[in-house]
């Protein structure tokens, strides 16, 4: 089995202080893809390369202090590549992508990190430039190679990912457009949301994000916003799913899926 993890670490220094590399140390996974560390490379350098005995590879954003993905491997990859090719976006530390290549197959294990447009108007349309153009790349990966991209997509796709999406249908996040990108990505049976294959009808349990305003934790009102995207035949060796809850290292849960493959 291959146990692949995602998540968005709210910042390495502040996940590793709150117990992270314990819980890794523990759970195992071959690969963790995270996303907003929230750092540069001077500042990784001896302390945050390797957690848990995996080996790091990153995208950091040029910004300190902002965004930045990994994925962090138990088995070296034949290739790494740091960016999609956006001459707008690249520069925002939001994709890097590992390649585990042999002569009978192409697979890539991604760590992607779309951008948020809760903040206004400015970066809800950058948001929408970057799905324009992320399905395009996505799309001629596909064609090439089988992938799982991991991360944190900030959009809830159905009513059942969020408590309340009867106040949120007008928020970022949970807009039609948004909702609607998602749909399209999955309607062809080409790419699969690897967890709602799993859990097609969980709903409180599916969260994996929470407000830090009010008691969003406590009431588990929440949002699934962290995804396992995967082409469709490995989707179809995807066999549990798990989201941990019982440390709270982000704001943010880990998701985990084992699948019926190895590197």
């Not at 993905?69 to 925002?92: L, W």
């Not at 949002?223 to 995967?230: E, G, K, T």
């Amino acid at each position: 089995m291959f146990k692949l993890t995602s998540l968005n670490l709210n910042g390495i220094r502040s996940a590793t202080s709150k117990g992270l590399e314990a819980w890794l140390a523990q759970a195992k996974p071959d690969c963790i893809c995270v996303q907003e560390v929230k750092a540069q490379a001077p500042d990784m350098a001896g302390r945050f390369e390797q957690l848990s005995g995996l080996q790091g590879y990153f995208h950091f954003a040029e910004k300190k202090g902002y965004s930045g993905v990994g994925v962090y491997t138990r088995h070296t990859p034949s290739d790494v590549r740091i960016g999609y090719g956006s001459s707008e976006f690249d520069a925002e530390g939001r994709y890097v992508e590992l390649r585990f290549d042999t002569p009978q197959r192409k697979l890539s294990i991604i760590s992607a990190y779309f951008p948020s447009g809760s903040s206004g108007e400015e970066r809800q349309q950058a948001k929408f430039r970057f799905l324009a153009e992320f399905q395009p790349h996505l799309a001629a990966l596909k064609a090439e190679r089988e992938f799982i991209l991991c991360g944190d997509v900030n959009i809830a796709h159905q009513e059942m990912d969020l408590k309340n999406f009867k106040g949120n249908k007008k928020n970022s996040g949970f807009l039609p457009e948004e909702r609607a990108w998602m749909t399209q990505l999955l309607t062809d049976g080409s790419m699969v949301d690897v967890y709602r294959q799993l859990e097609p009808t969980a709903t409180d349990a599916c969260y994996t994000w929470w407000s830090n305003r009010g008691q969003a934790y406590a009431k588990n009102v929440g949002w699934r916003l962290d995804y396992h995207l995967a082409t469709a035949s490995l989707g179809q060796r995807a066999r549990s799913a798990s989201i941990y809850k019982d440390e709270k290292f982000s704001d943010h849960a880990p998701l985990t899926v084992a699948y019926d493959f190895t590197l």
